[in-house]
């Protein structure tokens, strides 16, 4: 079952601008987390932000966590065409062990 | 460096066959994972281990079986392949709840 869904499905920027993709869930979680894939390509970890935890940073990436509304959010600053990928976040449930569900991704074009 | 193998990038088989997908690990990691990604459908967990012998279902273990014998070695098994088992499939690991270590991916096609 899909807990997490990302918005937008695509996003189309030029490179400098600011990328932000929202991600939101459905139970309650531990952590939520944000991967990146390149095409292709397998998906590489990028960061981990516990349920008691609102915001954190690393690097070019800022992610919030809004576990009222049951949302989180990834910005990625002065964007890179390097930075083109999909990016997906990713929820453990409660009840579901050492699972992670993700969602559908949002595949991000960074236009040089 | 840490890292997760998968046996084969790229592999075609025709239906009806037996495929196995291996899956290795060099960082002792207990949970183990397999999942496949669709266009439109995201990643679906199909199996996972959190151990030597262990194995639980996941959202979609229709038409597959694993193997986890030893610790760094997680296997997945299509007992006789269907078109629709087209995928693209990826194996991860993981210490708890933390960060998954991903795989490269094998592109399964099933003609």
């Known amino acids: 079952s899909q807990q997490g869904e990302e918005d937008p499905q695509a996003l189309s920027i030029q490179e400098g601008e600011n990328a932000t993709m929202n991600c939101s869930y459905k139970t309650s979680i531990n952590n939520l987390q944000w991967y990146r894939q390149n095409s292709g390509r397998g998906l590489v970890h990028l960061i981990l932000i516990r349920s008691n935890e609102r915001e954190k940073h690393s690097g070019r990436l800022r992610v919030t966590l809004d576990t009222s509304k049951k949302s989180s959010s990834l910005l990625i600053t002065a964007s890179r065409a390097a930075d083109t990928a999909s990016y997906f976040c990713a929820t453990d449930d409660n009840n579901a062990g050492n699972m992670l569900t993700f969602g559908g991704g949002t595949r991000l074009m960074v236009k040089p | 460096d840490v890292k997760v193998t998968q046996s084969s990038r790229y592999l075609v088989k025709r239906t009806g066959e037996k495929v196995f997908l291996e899956c290795v690990q060099d960082?002792?990691?207990?949970?183990m994972f397999w999942y496949r990604q669709d266009p439109g459908l995201g990643l679906r967990l199909i199996y996972f281990?959190?151990?030597?012998?262990?194995?639980e279902k996941g959202d979609i273990p229709e038409g597959y079986s694993v193997s986890r014998e030893k610790k760094e070695r997680f296997s997945l098994i299509l007992e006789s392949a269907s078109t629709n088992q087209t995928s693209m499939y990826l194996c991860?690991?993981?210490?708890?709840?933390?960060?998954?270590?991903f795989g490269p991916g094998t592109r399964l096609t099933v003609l």
């Open positions: 991860a690991s993981s210490r708890g709840l933390g960060e998954q270590f």
């Open positions: 960082m002792d990691h207990e949970n």
């Open positions: 281990s959190y151990d030597v012998k262990m194995k």
